[in-house]
């Protein structure tokens, strides 16, 4: 006997989904997910569709699906995710030495109710938007305030990240292992750290300014 509720099952599926290819063309749903990073849920709901049914257009389409990071990275950007669960590259590089070299200076970390923070203060605003490029850099969101009471003398600018993976591995430098990053890239952490006149004494003997 003949299964007819299996074919017009997938009648049905062929229907929909030759309906809604008029629905959304190739060009809208690469404007929204690719251009303007729109997530598969903001998209669906715009459209009244399925997310399963956009999944099946982006293959469709040939469209890239993001990875989980970069779809949480984004989501932080737009303030839709809490940026701890995104894994920052923490590999030695100059970027990262900049980062040490910053908090080792103005910068410090905290644990708050489970939340890993990163700080700066700063009167100097080009300062902070080139320590959250940095952050950025490496996979972790900051976003940067203004504050008229920034300390009892000033108002200034006060960078927010956090990151439990960044401040689990910061709270684990050694003075050996800062040493370590000096020597690999001796002038991103040298000039970051400089406002600290007693910590780039000691990193002396380990940097060689070429």
């Given at each position: 006997?003949?299964?007819?509720?299996?074919?017009?099952?997938?009648?049905?599926?062929?229907?929909?989904?030759?309906?809604?290819?008029?629905?959304?063309?190739?060009?809208?749903?690469?404007?929204?997910?690719?251009?303007?990073?729109?997530?598969?849920?903001?998209?669906?709901?715009?459209?009244?569709?399925?997310?399963?049914?956009?999944?099946?257009?982006?293959?469709?389409?040939?469209?890239?699906?993001?990875?989980?990071?970069?779809?949480?990275?984004?989501?932080?950007?737009?303030?839709?995710?809490?940026?701890?669960?995104?894994?920052?590259?923490?590999?030695?590089?100059?970027?990262?030495?900049?980062?040490?070299?910053?908090?080792?200076?103005?910068?410090?970390?905290?644990?708050?109710?489970?939340?890993?923070?990163?700080?700066?203060?700063?009167?100097?605003?080009?300062?902070?938007?080139?320590?959250?490029?940095?952050?950025?850099?490496?996979?972790?969101?900051?976003?940067?305030?203004?504050?008229?009471?920034?300390?009892?003398?000033?108002?200034?600018?006060?960078?927010?990240?956090?990151?439990?993976?960044?401040?689990?591995?910061?709270?684990?430098?050694?003075?050996?292992?800062?040493a370590e990053i000096a020597e690999l890239?001796?002038?991103?952490?040298?000039?970051?750290?400089?406002?600290?006149?007693?910590?780039?004494?000691?990193?002396?003997?380990?940097?060689?300014?070429?």
């Amino acid at each position: 006997m003949r299964d007819t509720t299996s074919g017009s099952s997938t009648n049905e599926v062929r229907t929909v989904h030759s309906d809604l290819k008029l629905r959304i063309s190739k060009e809208e749903l690469t404007e929204l997910y690719l251009n303007q990073q729109l997530s598969i849920p903001e998209i669906a709901k715009r459209y009244g569709l399925a997310h399963s049914t956009l999944w099946y257009y982006t293959k469709r389409y040939n469209i890239p699906r993001r990875s989980r990071s970069e779809s949480l990275k984004i989501a932080y950007k737009q303030g839709r995710k809490r940026p701890n669960i995104v894994k920052p590259d923490l590999s030695p590089s100059p970027t990262l030495a900049y980062i040490v070299g910053v908090m080792l200076g103005d910068g410090h970390i905290e644990e708050y109710k489970k939340h890993y923070r990163i700080r700066l203060n700063t009167v100097d605003l080009d300062f902070a938007k080139s320590f959250q490029s940095a952050l950025e850099t490496i996979g972790v969101y900051s976003k940067i305030y203004y504050r008229t009471k920034l300390s009892k003398q000033s108002s200034g600018w006060s960078l927010r990240g956090y990151s439990k993976a960044f401040y689990e591995w910061y709270k684990s430098l050694t003075f050996d292992k800062i040493a370590e990053i000096a020597e690999l890239y001796p002038r991103d952490l040298y000039v970051a750290s400089m406002r600290v006149r007693e910590l780039s004494i000691k990193l002396a003997g380990h940097i060689k300014l070429g």
